[in-house]
Nanobody, 124 residues
Framework: QVQLVESGGGLVQAGGSLRLSCAAS????????MGWFRQAPGKEREFVTG????????TYADSVKGRFTISRDGAKNTIYLQMNSLKPDDTAVYYCAADSRLTIVTTEQDYRYWGQGNQVTVSS
């Protein structure tokens, strides 16, 4: 089993920055791939970014490329999502996810473990 505990988020004005953290515990072999998803009101959950734990390789949704950065800290078993140049369209509940797959996957169904979700609100 893997437990994911998120922190960060909150309210920020458009153009501002926020950082989310996701601390992982449990079976390390079950979190070779970790990622962030988000779900806006009335919309489906969507992939934001993912990282391969072993080599740090990353992938991003087109909507956040150049603005968001995912990173990992092996010593703390934590991944981060640095969000810059935030827009009102980025408003959503952000979820951390993990899976034992060895490649980065981008669909919700491919992730077995999920964090509790954190609200990010960007005001215009």
């Amino acid at each position: 089993q893997v437990q994911l505990v998120e922190s960060g988020g909150g309210l920020v004005q458009a153009g501002g920055s926020l950082r989310l953290s996701c601390a992982a515990s449990g079976r390390t072999s079950s979190r070779y791939t970790m990622g962030w998803f988000r779900q806006a009101p009335g919309k489906e959950r969507e992939f934001v970014t993912g990282i391969k734990w072993t080599d740090g390789r990353t992938t991003y949704a087109d909507s956040v490329k150049g603005r968001f950065t995912i990173s990992r800290d092996g010593a703390k078993n934590t991944i981060y999502l640095q969000m810059n140049s935030l827009k009102p369209d980025d408003t959503a509940v952000y979820y951390c996810a993990a899976d034992s797959r060895l490649t980065i996957v981008t669909t919700e169904q491919d992730y077995r473990y999920w964090g509790q979700g954190n609200q990010v609100t960007v005001s215009s």
